[in-house]
């Protein structure tokens, strides 16, 4: 409120950030955001309906979710499952058979899954788009991942809204295809439509 009132805004037109909300160290950082995270017993699914870190880019999120990787590890001793994405370019585009597989994999934007996901049973993943609204699969919905395989994730909804929590939905691979203005090429991605949650990008969040 003081923020929005102009009264914290000094001469310069800046403002003093308290020093308790200053951290110079990420694991701290990870650590007062994340309580317990790495602590194996951490199971309660409204445990990461509860925390979350917001970045103003995307690279930020990722470095910040490998970071908390590097501390969670759910269940010990489990699969990691790498599920890579099949990328291609629409034929709209002049120059579709020009493109390397390695770049298209390299392109990202807030509403795209990464080319590679690695998931293991207990991570946190957020939903990017509408697949079934009536049964809670809408984009933003949090969820759990349970297990995975080549073409369905088995997920487990968590959400403050009693009809859908705890609810364990099947995620399919689907086509996506982000607005032909936010990526150089018009990309045509095959992945399965979520992202780690630990942190996301503030755009994201408003949603």
Known sequence: MEIGAGSTIDDNEMIQVPQSMVYTNLNTFINRIYPGIGNPRVQDDQYFLKHIILCPRNNEVHNISEAILQQFNPVPNTEVY????????????????????????????????????????????????????????????????????????????????????GKVVLVPRIRLSPNADILPVLLKRLQFPVRLAFAMTINKSQE
């Open 82 to 165: 790498i599920l890579r994405s099949i990328d291609s370019v629409s034929e709209e585009d002049g120059m579709h058979l020009a493109y390397l597989v390695e770049f298209l994999q390299q392109l990202n934007s807030s509403g795209l899954p990464p080319a590679l996901l690695c998931l293991k049973v207990g991570y946190s993943v957020i939903l990017l788009r509408n697949l079934d609204p009536g049964e809670g699969l809408c984009n933003g919905t949090r969820m759990v991942v349970l297990n995975a395989r080549r073409k369905v994730l088995q997920c487990k909804i968590i959400s403050k809204d009693r009809r859908f929590r």
